[in-house]
């Protein structure tokens, strides 16, 4: 069997894998906390001093596994720890699960190519490293942009592991906070207060890609010129 035929197969292996996974964990009463915040809220309590280790794993599954959010895991855990504990558990949990849907896709760009690296992936395309970085720390504070999806695609570009792995964790740490004070909030506070502080912070995420969209218009700009 030749070298290529012997990568295919641990693609289809490794692709596989993840899917029986998926439907495994669609189809059990885990699936269920993602959708129903009460349970959610009940299940994280009644484990005590372990609640902490289910947030962690409820965040690794939620960004492994892209349909499933990751948003009520963030709120409950600040609902149930507090702000600054509940953010730690948080940001644990999200930065172990990038890293591995960022190794899963590497390991498939190998598999596909025989190189460490898949410079084809648009993300390759943005291009230096500081760039890659700068997109990666970006899409963590922008909330409609699939934290999931950008782990994988960083997985098939260009972007060295380290780099990858410092910009999630400070693009994380913000919003992290964000999701788990508006979790603490919502426990303490009326719903017009929750609902300024989720406009607040939609509007603070969306400041620092408006600055670096205008930073590489004027950069593009001056280039031309």
Not at 146 to 174: E, N, Q, V
């Amino acid at each position: 069997m030749t070298l290529q035929a012997h990568r295919i197969i641990y693609i289809i292996l490794v692709i596989a894998t993840l899917v029986a996974a998926y439907f495994a964990l669609a189809n059990s009463s885990l699936a269920e906390l993602f959708g129903d915040r009460e349970l959610l809220l009940l299940r994280i309590r009644d484990l005590g001093a372990l609640g902490p280790l289910l947030v962690i794993a409820l965040m690794i599954l939620a960004i492994v596994f892209n349909p499933l959010p990751s948003a009520p895991v963030a709120i409950a855990s600040g609902a149930i720890f507090g702000q600054l504990p509940g953010t730690l558990y948080v940001v644990i949990g999200a930065e172990i699960g990038a890293v591995l849907a960022f190794l899963i896709a590497r390991t498939i760009g190998y598999g596909l190519t025989g190189k460490h690296l898949v410079d084809s992936s648009w993300l390759g395309r943005c291009g230096s490293q500081n760039a890659m970085t700068v997109i990666v720390f970006v899409s963590r504070l922008v909330p409609f942009m699939s934290f999931d999806l950008m782990s994988y695609a960083a997985g098939l570009s260009a972007i060295k592991f380290w780099r990858f792995a410092l910009a999630t964790l400070l693009g994380l740490l913000p919003v992290s906070f964000a999701l788990a004070y508006l979790g603490d909030e919502t426990i303490k506070s009326d719903v017009d207060h929750t609902l300024m502080i989720i406009l607040i912070t939609g509007a603070v995420t969306l400041v620092p890609l408006l600055i670096y969209g205008a930073n590489r218009y004027r950069s593009d700009h001056h280039r031309k010129d």
